[in-house]
């Protein structure tokens, strides 16, 4: 069965370093989702792509947060430089289209620790 | 910000027990869904229940939403190990279907044996 993937599964880094997240959705979804899951937590929504394009950055800190999907297939997530209160697990997702009745299919996510 | 707030925030129960939650919304939805997320692990889709449905079945899982009260619960039946995880509902507000899923903060269900 097809899945997402992302990597690195882990990343400890130093705040004020630059740090960046891969994610290759599921070959076909045109849509490509980034959340941020805080500890105890639900995810919550940081970009939305639809192929290349943005639809949905409002919960992006884009003072130090930026990300790409520039062929509409995987995507990139960077945060320079990172503060302490990044710490979270960073979940890439994607689905067919978009519609809010489909399945969004999670990758495993990045588990960021900033010290 | 987070529109679904599930309770309770933890449940501990045996196996073969019923295990229910509920998730509780502020205004109104396109759709509810529920997932699971294993311990640091991404999250899995298990239903999905329209505004204009009532009752859902699949598997040992049953959702009800009830619009009038802004509320959905999920119910697992007969218990088994696997099934801890936590489990945590998510809104489609408006009444289109375009727009960002919305997550609660989710219920931890412990299943012992």
């Known amino acids: 069965e097809a899945e997402v993937a992302q990597s690195p599964r882990y990343k400890i880094t130093e705040k004020s370093q630059a740090v960046a997240f891969w994610c290759d959705p599921i070959?076909?979804?045109?849509?490509l989702y980034w959340y941020r899951q805080i500890l105890g937590q639900g995810p919550e929504l940081l970009v939305q792509f639809q192929d290349e394009s943005v639809v949905d950055d409002s919960q992006l800190p884009k003072d130090r947060f930026s990300a790409e999907r520039l062929k509409g297939v995987d995507s990139t997530l960077k945060i320079q430089p990172a503060e302490l209160g990044d710490s979270a697990m960073y979940l890439c997702?994607?689905?067919?289209?978009?519609?809010?009745?489909?399945?969004?299919?999670f990758g495993p996510g990045t588990r960021l620790l900033v010290l | 910000s987070q529109q679904g707030e599930e309770d309770p925030q933890a449940l501990s129960i045996q196996e073969g027990e019923n295990a229910t939650m509920n998730c509780s919304y502020k205004t109104s939805i396109n759709n509810l869904q529920w997932y699971r997320q294993n311990s640091g692990r991404g999250l899995v889709h298990l239903i999905l229940i329209r505004s204009n449905e009532r009752e859902k079945h699949s598997g040992r899982l049953r959702v009800t939403l009830d619009t009038s009260k802004k509320s959905s619960s999920l119910l697992i039946t007969a218990s088994r190990a696997a099934d801890t995880a936590s489990y945590f509902c998510a809104t489609a507000p408006g009444a289109d279907s375009w727009g960002k899923l919305q997550f609660g903060a989710g219920t931890q269900v412990v299943v012992t044996p």
């Open positions: 997702a994607s689905s067919l289209a978009g519609l809010t009745q489909e399945t969004q299919y």
């Open positions: 070959s076909g979804h045109a849509t």
